[in-house]
């Protein structure tokens, strides 16, 4: 196996682990960031963002990660593409193994894995990605100004995504497969008193419809059987997101969800010289911006903690 020694090894790319490239590298630090299976992340996946700061035109997510992972390696981060399919934490320095055969030495890692979003599983919902299908309300609902749109999920992050979308689109429908919501009292009062929200309980989405244009309609199934097909522009998922901590478990502090747990106001985790940005430890907000501010955070972490080293 492959051998290697790094100052400053970045596991995941997308805003928050570029970002952390870039502050890595202006400090010096010499930062070998790998970018795993989606380089890019996420945000990759969504066509046109019109809320980060400093584009007030728009710009499609992989411009916008091309132009990030462009300014880290202008700066001196060596960005590779692979995935680390083993880590240890428990001895310093760090080893963590990338494709199963090339062994990294590093004396601080910083962990930008990301989350994903949980999918139904359907082909036509994998087809439209991008097209008229999305996880994000916040990054892609303004493209359904006056548009009709769906929202799959039935608890607080369901309501919330729908609520938010009330206030731009023409009209939501919420396609919940129970009988009831799971959210909170207060967000279903929110939801059920909202006139241009029709809440279908009782269904489920059996495809995914449109054309080259993209998404101009949902199939349903009811629970007696019985299809309908509504007629949107916007399909949207809001049951939840995976973070990608499989290969952190039992070495870095989890929560419930699987999140990496950091210390309040930092981007420490539960071991010295190991540190989280982005998604993988942020179950509450989610954006581009916030991942790409976690990773600033983590940089100037890892920096500071390098340097006790060197003075140790």
């Given at each position: 196996m492959?051998?290697?020694?790094?100052?400053c090894?970045?596991i995941?790319?997308?805003?928050?682990?570029?970002?952390?490239a870039i502050y890595?590298?202006?400090?010096?630090?010499?930062?070998v960031?790998y970018?795993?299976l989606e380089?890019?992340?996420q945000?990759?996946t969504?066509t046109?963002i019109?809320?980060?700061p400093?584009h007030p035109?728009?710009?499609t997510g992989?411009?916008?990660?091309?132009?990030m992972?462009?300014q880290?390696?202008?700066?001196?981060?060596?960005v590779r593409f692979?995935?680390a399919?083993?880590?240890?934490?428990s001895?310093?320095?760090?080893?963590?193994?990338?494709?199963?055969r090339?062994?990294i030495?590093?004396?601080?890692?910083i962990?930008a894995t990301?989350?994903?979003a949980?999918?139904?599983?359907?082909?036509?919902?994998?087809f439209?990605?991008?097209m008229?299908v999305?996880?994000?309300a916040?990054?892609?609902?303004?493209?359904?100004k006056?548009?009709?749109v769906a929202?799959v999920?039935?608890?607080?992050?369901?309501c919330e995504?729908?609520?938010?979308?009330a206030g731009i689109?023409?009209?939501v429908?919420?396609?919940v497969r129970?009988?009831?919501?799971?959210?909170?009292?207060a967000m279903q009062?929110?939801v059920l008193?909202t006139p241009?929200i029709e809440v279908l309980?009782g269904?489920?989405?059996?495809?995914v419809?449109g054309?080259?244009?993209?998404?101009?309609?949902v199939?349903?199934?009811?629970d007696?059987?019985?299809?309908?097909?509504?007629?949107?522009d916007g399909?949207f998922?809001?049951?939840?997101?995976?973070?990608?901590?499989?290969?952190?478990?039992?070495?870095l502090?989890?929560?419930?969800a699987g999140y990496?747990v950091?210390?309040?106001?930092?981007a420490?985790t539960n071991i010295e010289g190991v540190f989280a940005a982005?998604?993988?430890?942020?179950p509450?907000?989610r954006?581009a911006v916030?991942a790409?501010?976690s990773?600033?955070?983590?940089a100037?972490?890892?920096e500071r903690?390098?340097?006790?080293l060197?003075e140790?």
């Amino acid at each position: 196996m492959e051998n290697e020694s790094v100052k400053c090894l970045i596991i995941g790319s997308g805003p928050a682990g570029y970002t952390a490239a870039i502050y890595a590298s202006r400090a010096n630090l010499a930062p070998v960031l790998y970018e795993g299976l989606e380089p890019g992340g996420q945000l990759t996946t969504t066509t046109h963002i019109e809320n980060f700061p400093g584009h007030p035109n728009g710009i499609t997510g992989v411009q916008l990660m091309e132009d990030m992972k462009e300014q880290a390696v202008k700066y001196g981060a060596d960005v590779r593409f692979g995935i680390a399919t083993a880590v240890d934490f428990s001895k310093k320095p760090f080893r963590v193994t990338i494709d199963g055969r090339h062994s990294i030495e590093a004396d601080s890692v910083i962990v930008a894995t990301g989350a994903t979003a949980r999918y139904l599983g359907l082909e036509s919902e994998q087809f439209y990605k991008g097209m008229g299908v999305s996880a994000c309300a916040t990054c892609d609902g303004f493209l359904y100004k006056g548009k009709n749109v769906a929202v799959v999920g039935g608890g607080d992050t369901a309501c919330e995504e729908a609520s938010y979308l009330a206030g731009i689109c023409n009209k939501v429908y919420m396609i919940v497969r129970k009988d009831y919501l799971r959210a909170s009292k207060a967000m279903q009062h929110k939801v059920l008193d909202t006139p241009n929200i029709e809440v279908l309980f009782g269904h489920n989405t059996k495809e995914v419809l449109g054309d080259e244009a993209g998404v101009n309609g949902v199939l349903l199934t009811d629970d007696a059987g019985q299809d309908k097909v509504i007629d949107v522009d916007g399909f949207f998922l809001a049951i939840g997101h995976h973070p990608n901590t499989e290969l952190f478990r039992g070495q870095l502090t989890l929560d419930q969800a699987g999140y990496i747990v950091t210390e309040p106001g930092t981007a420490k985790t539960n071991i010295e010289g190991v540190f989280a940005a982005g998604d993988v430890q942020d179950p509450h907000y989610r954006q581009a911006v916030t991942a790409a501010g976690s990773g600033c955070k983590a940089a100037l972490d890892c920096e500071r903690y390098l340097m006790t080293l060197g003075e140790e």
